[in-house]
């Protein structure tokens, strides 16, 4: 009779202790369909506020530099995140830029109203690197923004310079349309469409540019 009380009790003891491992990992873990997936809490820092306008979100632009991983088939850039700020949108850019052929290393810059992408290239094809680098910054950001792009290296450091300046400086929009103009000199890859140009600027845009 002792010995089936004390089973018993180690049996009431391990239905306790899984039931109350089962609701931390209720915490830890979310059921996808037939799977079941660690919920990474990192993710809500990109997908809170979701959908809403990333303008204004900060006085300072954001700037990011990636270079192509040297391990095979590294695809830790895939990771497909919402950016709430200008450096989230830069960090993601630069990264899926390296993971373009031919692309090797790449620096994103993300103002209120552009994106500013250098990258060096081995490519013998200019204008379809170009297109690829724009398309994909274009697919990362706001469909209102502009995207100018260049394989110069030595616009790298330009760009990155703009990185150190506050948005709301009164020199930081010069500054700005100085290096966009010479980025300008490499190709922009093909129209975006039939009412917007290589950089998706519209007629309406190009009269207030």
């Known amino acids: 009779m002792k010995k089936f009380i004390i089973i018993l009790g180690l049996c009431m003891i391990t ?5 109350s491992k089962d609701m931390n990992n209720r915490d830890v873990y979310e059921e996808s369909g037939n799977s ?22 900060s006085n300072n632009f954001g700037y990011v ?28 850019i630069s990264k ?15 103002t209120d109203q552009e994106v500013l992408v250098a990258y ?13 680098v724009k398309r ?10 502009h995207v100018y792009v260049t394989d110069k290296r030595s616009l790298m450091r330009d760009i990155e310079n703009l990185s150190h300046m506050d948005s709301t400086n009164k020199n930081s929009r010069s500054s700005i349309n100085y290096v966009i103009k010479q980025m300008k000199d490499s ?4 129209r975006m469409s039939d009412s917007e140009d290589e950089n998706g600027l519209t007629k309406d845009d190009r009269m207030t540019h």
């Open 15 to 19: 239905t306790i202790t899984g039931c």
């Open 36 to 57: 079941i997936n660690v919920n990474n809490k990192r993710n809500e820092l990109y997908n809170e506020g979701a959908g809403r306008s990333v303008r204004n979100v």
């Open 65 to 92: 530099r990636h270079q192509k991983s040297p391990l095979m088939n590294d695809n830790t850039a895939n990771n497909h995140y919402t950016a709430l700020d200008r450096e989230q949108l830069a960090n993601i």
């Open 96 to 110: 899926y830029s390296t993971n373009l052929p031919n692309v090797n290393d790449a620096a994103a810059l993300v």
């Open 120 to 132: 060096t290239t081995d490519s013998k094809d200019r204008n379809l690197t170009a297109d690829q």
């Open 136 to 145: 994909t910054a274009m697919s990362v950001v706001p469909r209102y923004y």
């Open 187 to 190: 190709p922009q890859g093909n």
